[in-house]
T-cell receptor
Framework: AQTVTQSQPEMSVQEAETVTLSCTYD???????LFWYKQPPSRQMILVIR??????QNATENRFSVNFQKAAKSFSLKISDSQLGDTAMYFC??????????FGEGTQLTVNP | EPEVTQTPSHQVTQMGQEVILRCVPI?????FYWYRQILGQKVEFLVS????????KSEIFDDQFSVERPDGSNFTLKIRSTKLEDSAMYFC?????????????FGPGTRLTVT
């Protein structure tokens, strides 16, 4: 069974600074996908970024980038130039093809002015 | 931009009553999912649905739960006899396929409160 672990329940960062959220996972599958979802106070789940396991290159979406270490089963999210609107719960998730998303416990990120 | 919609946004029901949560997935998507999130906890998978049948379900998805796609647009989750522990946020999600790594797109959720 797949497991996803986020060891940082809460983090804070100053506006315009950079923050990194950690995620580790465990799987016996060789082909899978990893995602970061954002959940603001409205509780909507918003897809932030995705990474395919067989791709060496780390994914980037504007101010969001990942550091994917396949051997270490680590998938961290870096947010550059943090904005107040980035304040949210962030969930790391794992998916094998055609299957369910398995979520971590989440990290509450607060961006301070 | 197309989005997944869910109704109602908040449902209050008494223990033992039946509830139906409704979702309209993105129109060209073929795979549909239900997840739930008990307040303060992680999001948990309930069921996936493809080609008018369940493709996978979790241990949470017992006989009290059922899903249906009654027409070409709606996707519903029915809880036959609600319990207090069913109180949670329920999310519908859809994806265009399973071999494409585009992710699952979530609706805004329905908050279910069982009293």
């Amino acid at each position: 069974a797949q497991t996803v672990t986020q060891s940082q329940p809460e983090m804070s960062v100053q506006e315009a600074e950079t923050v990194t959220l950690s995620c580790t996972y465990d799987t016996s599958e060789s082909n899978y996908y990893l995602f970061w979802y954002k959940q603001p106070p409205s509780r909507q789940m918003i897809l932030v970024i995705r990474q395919e396991a067989y791709k060496q290159q780390n994914a980037t979406e504007n101010r969001f980038s990942v550091n994917f270490q396949k051997a270490a089963k680590s998938f961290s999210l870096k947010i550059s130039d943090s904005q107040l609107g980035d304040t949210a719960m962030y969930f790391c998730a794992h998916q094998t093809s055609g299957s369910r998303l398995t979520f971590g416990e989440g990290t509450q990120l607060t961006v301070n002015p | 931009e197309p989005e997944v919609t869910q109704t109602p946004s908040h449902q209050v029901t008494q223990m033992g009553q039946e509830v139906i949560l409704r979702c309209v997935p993105i129109s060209n998507h073929l795979y549909f999912y239900w997840y739930r999130q008990i307040l303060g906890q992680k999001v948990e998978f309930l069921v996936s649905f493809y080609n008018n049948e369940i493709s996978e379900k979790s241990e949470i998805f017992d006989d009290q739960f059922s899903v249906e796609r009654p027409d070409g647009s709606n996707f519903t989750l029915k809880i036959r006899s609600t319990k207090l522990e069913d109180s949670a946020m329920y999310f519908c999600a859809s994806s265009v396929g399973v071999s494409l790594s585009i992710g699952q797109y979530f609706g805004p959720g329905t908050r279910l409160t069982v009293t």
